[in-house]
């Protein structure tokens, strides 16, 4: 029989949220697009952000500006704590874990939906049409697309050819000096809510796509030395008919994640005037910490129109 948490007591308690805390579940996209950062002050100014490969000039973009304070609480009764016989406020310590673990994902899932109307280091939106480096040779460049579909919802023939059309933007992105900024780029990360993973992971996995009837070889599957993976959300339900596609293998990223203070959890227990004064237990977890927009140029919004 698993352990009760009146068996545990509140150091057992935190041993088993940091231990669920550790498995991370379900956000192993997160460091393929995001550049993780540790911190000790309010801000930080990412000076690699804009840099030209012939560093020219340092152009610093700052980012996450100010860190934010999260927390979530616990209360627990300690006649609940008596009763419970069958590990059920366990269960609910193990779920706050797990919720921990995918605030990485909600706060960077808001940035992206937000990025057809936030700023990045360029001044122009993150995901936009105009962006322009430096007023250099590189003129407007675009990471917002128009994808085109028939139906309701796009065919996985449709999906294969906007996914591609999304790479192929991206690997013409160049710097202020016409230098190419991803000719090395081999593997890509496709991102889209609920309903769009049918055609999605057709798009990305099937060997032949069904086009009004007639099929044909699947250009994504079987191109050689490109690989693509598949993230789906819940949170990007309101983002309808579009998705993102992301560059993987770059050691830059499109997006930053910044800490000062990891996940922790403290608790008010035993022998506390808590406990003593209104009979519960709080156990409370806080993290300090934020994001920020990285290079627009390893990330592709495309929407069908």
């Known amino acids: ?178 230098e190419p900024l991803n000719e090395n780029a081999r593997q890509f990360m496709v991102m889209c809510g609920p309903q769009l993973f049918q055609p999605a992971a057709a798009a990305l996995k099937n060997p032949i796509i069904i086009d009004g009837g007639t099929s044909r070889t699947n250009t994504i599957v079987n191109v050689g030395g490109y690989g693509f993976d598949l993230e789906t959300s819940a949170r990007l339900l309101s983002l309808g008919n579009a998705f993102y596609t992301f560059r993987t293998d770059s050691p830059t990223k499109s997006l930053i994640r910044q800490e000062e203070v990891p996940i922790t959890m403290d608790a008010i227990a035993e022998g506390s005037e808590t406990e003593f004064k209104e009979r519960k237990h709080l156990y409370g977890v806080t993290a300090l910490r934020n994001v920020g927009y990285g290079y627009w140029q390893r990330a592709v919004l495309s929407t069908f129109a």
């Open 1 to 178: 029989m698993p352990p009760t948490i009146s068996d545990l007591g509140s150091r057992g308690i935190i041993g088993e949220f940091y231990a669920r805390l550790e498995q991370d579940l379900g956000n192993g996209w997160l460091p393929k697009v995001t550049s993780s950062f540790d911190s000790n002050q309010e801000s930080e100014t990412y000076r690699w952000l804009g840099m030209t490969p012939q560093m020219r000039e340092w152009i610093g973009g700052r980012q996450a500006k100010g860190f934010s304070i999260f927390e979530a609480t616990l209360e627990i009764l300690i006649d609940d704590i008596r009763r419970d016989k069958t590990g059920q406020i366990l269960a609910r310590v193990q779920e706050l874990a797990e919720r921990a673990n995918s605030h990485w994902a909600k706060l960077l899932i808001a940035i992206l939906l937000a990025g057809t109307t936030t700023t990045c280091y360029d001044g122009a939106f993150f995901f936009d049409t105009l962006h322009i480096l430096d007023s250099g040779p590189s003129g407007a460049q675009s990471n917002k697309l128009a994808a085109v579909k028939a139906g309701a919802i796009p065919t996985a023939g449709e999906m294969e050819t906007a996914i591609l059309t999304a790479v192929e933007s991206m690997l013409g992105f160049v710097d202020d000096q016409g």
